[in-house]
């Protein structure tokens, strides 16, 4: 179903893909958007182990692609050092493939938009995490991304440089 990728030699162990989703705080999420266009468009993300989650407006762009196909491909780019003397860039990356849902559970939902403020403010009370929650409850989305696919890589200077 999914690409066996090419260079296998620069695949990441699917603990260092883990490490890679736990650490980032930015990816790209790409989504079938209008007319079939490619619609890509960075997110702040929470990875917890199974699944990703992702907070939204609850209209847009993002939410007409998704209702009309789930299927969704999502990146992050954990480090990307232009090396100008090599012509190159020494990068890591982790591409999940999978399908999005919208969260309609409020307990579900609750607890995504937990996992979400501790990952983006990790030292703030829960009693603000709470209050923070509250105010953008009502105008909030939560959308589920299922994986089916985790691939990383990174270039073959960083697994060089590591021997």
Request: hydrophobic content about 35%.
């Amino acid at each position: 179903m999914f690409r066996a990728m090419r260079r296998k030699k620069q695949a990441l162990s699917p603990q260092e893909s883990a490490d890679v989703l736990h650490k980032g705080t930015c990816g790209v999420l790409a989504l079938l958007g209008d007319d079939e266009y490619p619609y890509a468009v960075p997110l702040s993300y929470v990875y917890d182990g199974e699944k990703i989650y992702f907070h939204s407006a609850k209209s847009g762009h993002k939410l007409d692609a998704i209702q009309r196909t789930p299927k969704a491909s999502f990146c992050v780019v954990d480090q990307d050092l232009v090396v100008p003397e090599e012509y190159t860039t020494y990068f890591r990356s982790v591409i999940v493939f999978g399908r999005i849902q919208i969260v309609t559970d409020e307990r579900k939902k609750r607890s995504a938009m937990e996992k979400l403020a501790v990952k983006y403010a990790p030292n703030d009370s829960a009693v603000r995490r709470d209050h923070a929650i509250e105010r953008e409850w009502k105008s909030l989305c939560v959308l589920e991304m299922s994986i089916e696919q985790i691939t990383g890589k990174e270039a073959i200077e960083l697994i060089r440089n590591r021997k």
